[in-house]
């Protein structure tokens, strides 16, 4: 997305990428787009897929208590929306239209060195070498670019969460047309969906699980077990298509700059998965990377690059918050007590019983301002 904001400012960029073009276009991750991010596609011309394809979410239903809790976003939000649209279908879209304006991505080209990042920076990749004025480490958690910094420059907020979630993809319709959200005493789940015959599904389980420990029965008969109301009404099985573990955490590295090097997204922060905040903080700061480029090459102003990481980290603080607060009180704790158990549920009746905790939460999920 950052390679496509500058084109359109008429900023020239090249796209290295660990992975193949196939791997990128099949890997399915996440799937939720919030309304800024559909709105964004749409003003620069990648938006007529997720327009005509895209599943527009009315809201999230929780469940606890044994009853429904549907947090409907447009009554809550006076009109606000979010968007199911796969990350690898986006990821698609902006290929596509970066290749077709002779933009350049060079695939199954990981980095192996960055040097000069002070002033004049050098990236090593496979054999090669690229001279570029700035760096933009869009490279994840695991990727090189954090690691380029001087630990003496960096500070690491590390909060981790012991369990994790197992992702599952089955061939079946969503049994209900609301992502839906488990929250009974007992373990959490997640129904999602990704396409109208795709179902996403999440269990929370040990963050050191393993995928083999799930066999197929275990998972649907757990997913049942945790989703379902006493009405009877029931998940549609399918053929399960893909499933894997992944932990969770909440992470910041402050800040995301050092010289000529920009982090965004996860290879400067990370949110567990529970507020589908990944993909949309990664699109939040490019939004105001890309802006701050442009004034440097327009106008010779460096005002808003100097700014990046602090207009970059008041925002995603926020969404930290909510991410943070989300996991911590829809999961069970191993060792949650009682009166911890009885003061989720209350935060839980309070974000989806009343309106002013039904409008804050449709807020945050269908995404502040890019600018906070
Ligand atoms: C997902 O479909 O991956 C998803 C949906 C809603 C969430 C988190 C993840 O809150």
Redesign the pocket.
Known sequence: MLSHLLHLEGIESVVLESRSRAYVRERV????LEQGVVELMRETGIGDRVSRQGIRMRG?DFRFGGEPHLVEFSAASGGRYAM?WPQHELVEDLANARLAAGGEIVYESPVASLEGLEAKPVIHHGKNQLQCDFVAGCDGFHGICRGAIPRSVLKEHDHPFPFGWL?VLAEAPPAWPD?T?GCHPGEFA?M???TPTMT?L?LQCPPDDDAANWSDDRIWSELHQRLELPDGTTLNEGRIVQKGVAAMRSYVAEPMRYGRLFLAGDAAHIVP????KGLNSAMADVRVLARALAEHYKRGNDALLEQYSDTALRRMWLVERFATW?CTNVHRFPDTDAFTRRLQLAELQYMAGTETGRRSFAEN?TGLPVEV
């Open positions: 991750r996440a799937g939720v999230i199911v992702g992502i959200w997640m999602s969906m990704r996403r999440y998965p529970t507020g589908a989300l999920f």
